[in-house]
């Protein structure tokens, strides 16, 4: 298997735009999924296939993808959105998961 | 709304069996995978492996040896054993409804259920 790359950490004011980064060689073939997980609640599904976004999350919340990097965009960040965030792709197969080691989202 | 509950005991005795619990409520068990993962302590988050509503199912390398999962689907229940459980077995564990389609993440989460490797 492979390894994702995410920062430990990042941190934005509020208002602010925060940008997640998420890298490995095998994101140029294999689609990329991102969670978010609050302490104490269920992780919840913010992007799939690179830049798709679920019914139900704010626009706010957006993803790309270049090359061997994707990244999950939060604009107009709030209070609520201090989080931890997980990146997340597959095998060739689709089968076997991968995940990012998460990104600590600190809104200042 | 899915959710999902994961139950199951918090303490466990190193050498003995891992036994957890996912019920499904608010949509259907069938025709979806359902996978576990875990996140031990200070480290990342590790898939375990999926199963299907049918019964047949992946594990991932490093539990292969060790891990079983099965699906009722009358009582709307996935199940987790993991054998031979060692400190590092302790983790929270989350069940995971796997999205229909490419079946290649997840759709809905549990919250989790902590589970400690303790004599």
């Known amino acids: 298997s492979y390894e994702l790359t995410q920062p430990p950490s990042v941190s934005v004011s509020p208002g602010q735009t925060a940008r997640i980064t998420c890298s490995a060689d095998?994101?140029?073939?294999?689609?990329a999924y991102w969670y978010q997980r609050k302490p104490g609640q269920a992780p919840v599904l913010l992007i799939y296939?690179?830049?798709e976004r679920p019914s139900g999350i704010p626009e706010r919340f957006s993803g790309s993808s270049s090359g061997t990097t994707v990244t999950l965009t939060i604009s107009g960040v709030q209070a609520e959105d201090e989080a931890d965030y997980y990146c997340?792709?597959?095998?060739?197969?689709?089968?076997?998961?991968?995940f990012g080691g998460g990104t600590k989202l600190t809104v200042l | 709304q899915v959710r999902l509950q994961e139950s199951g005991p918090g303490l466990v005795k190193p050498s003995e069996t891992l036994s957890l619990t996912c019920t499904v409520s608010?949509?259907?068990?069938?025709?979806?995978?359902w996978s576990w993962i875990r996140q031990p302590a200070g480290k990342g988050l590790e898939w375990m492996g999926r199963?299907?509503?049918?019964?047949?199912?992946n594990y991932n390398h490093p539990f292969k040896s060790r891990v079983t999962m099965s699906v009722d689907t009358s009582k709307k229940q996935v199940s987790l054993n993991l054998r031979s459980v060692t400190a590092a077995d302790t983790a929270l564990y989350y069940c995971?409804?796997?999205?229909?389609?490419?079946?290649?993440?997840?759709?809905?989460w549990g919250r989790g259920t902590l589970v400690t490797v303790s004599s």
């Open positions: 995971v409804r796997v999205a229909e389609g490419s079946r290649s993440y997840g759709d809905y």
């Open positions: 608010g949509g259907s068990i069938s025709t979806y995978y």
């Open positions: 199963i299907y509503f049918s019964g047949s199912y």
């Open positions: 095998a994101l140029t073939k294999q689609y």
């Open positions: 296939k690179d830049s």
């Open positions: 997340q792709s597959a095998d060739n197969s689709g089968v076997y998961w991968v």
